[in-house]
Nanobody
Framework: QVQLVESGGGLVQAGGSLRLSCAAS????????MGWYRQAPGKQRELVAV???????NYADSVKGRFTISRENAKNTVYLQMNSLKPEDTAVYYC?????????????????WGQGTQVTVSS
């Protein structure tokens, strides 16, 4: 089993910054892609940013230039630095990780979600 634990959400004024962290633990062999998604009230969950094991990244157009995703492979941890926050960034932010985990002597693929952390940006 793999567990994802998120931290760093909260309330911030528009223009402020927050840093989210997500640590993956358990029987991880490799976490190939780690990323952040968000879901605002009444809306579908959407991709914010992803980062691959080799370091390549993708961002939603709405956050490009303001958010930066990074990871520490040795710690299976992914971060999301959010700057110049806007009220429309308000949402529950979810961490996602997929890769390979050990189940006995076998490697199997995994795809897990964190429990979510609330980010609220006031105007």
């Amino acid at each position: 089993q793999v567990q994802l634990v998120e931290s760093g959400g909260g309330l911030v004024q528009a223009g402020g910054s927050l840093r989210l962290s997500c640590a993956a633990s358990g029987s991880i062999f490799s976490s190939n892609v780690m990323g952040w998604y968000r879901q605002a009230p009444g809306k579908q969950r959407e991709l914010v940013a992803v980062i691959r094991l080799g370091g390549s990244t993708n961002y939603a157009d709405s956050v490009k230039g303001r958010f930066t995703i990074s990871r520490e492979n040795a710690k299976n941890t992914v971060y999301l630095q959010m700057n110049s926050l806007k009220p429309e960034d308000t949402a529950v932010y979810y961490c996602n990780a997929n890769g390979l985990e050990r189940q006995g002597t076998v490697l199997t693929s995994f795809d897990y979600w964190g429990q979510g952390t609330q980010v609220t940006v006031s105007s």
